[in-house]
């Protein structure tokens, strides 16, 4: 489902994970984007999911993160775990337009989903 379109960006921004846990959050926007991105790999739906990150993204942003670089070509991006610095995870329509995200930047990396198929151990 999402072969080639996804790649990892380093922020550059160090950040505390612990220090997080005490900030408020809009817990009640994060359950709905889970909802929709469990919906949307159920249906292996990538519009979906990038709508899914875009939900999640949007709570980060109400949590005062500092905004990714934005990218016409990108789909949605959120920071990965706790937010606030680290890794963000960028979405993209085709893989030739995350290929050359890669190109261009130096801390970006590709990364493909691990999928292990029913009855393999």
């Not at 979405?91 to 337009?97: A, C, E, G, K, R």
């Given at each position: 489902?999402?072969?080639?379109?996804?790649?990892?960006?380093?922020?550059?921004?160090?950040?505390?994970t612990p220090e997080l846990a005490?900030?408020?959050?809009?817990?009640?926007?994060?359950?709905?984007?889970?909802?929709?991105?469990g919906?949307?790999?159920?249906?292996?739906?990538?519009g979906r999911l990038a709508a899914a990150v875009r939900m999640s993204y949007r709570a980060q942003m109400e949590e005062g993160m500092n905004p990714l670089p934005?990218?016409?070509?990108?789909?949605?991006?959120?920071?990965?775990?706790?937010?606030?610095?680290g890794y963000a995870v960028y979405?993209?329509?085709?893989?030739?337009?995350r290929n050359t995200f890669v190109a261009h930047n130096a801390q970006a990396k590709v990364i493909e989903p691990f999928v292990r198929g029913y009855g393999v151990s």
């Open positions: 489902m999402l072969n080639g379109l996804m790649a990892l960006f380093h922020t550059g921004q160090q950040h505390d005490a900030r408020n959050r809009n817990y009640q926007l994060i359950h709905e984007a889970s909802l929709v991105a919906e949307a790999v159920l249906r292996e739906d990538p934005h990218l016409e070509e990108c789909l949605a991006c959120k920071y990965c775990g706790g937010g606030w610095g979405l993209f329509q085709s893989p030739n337009d």
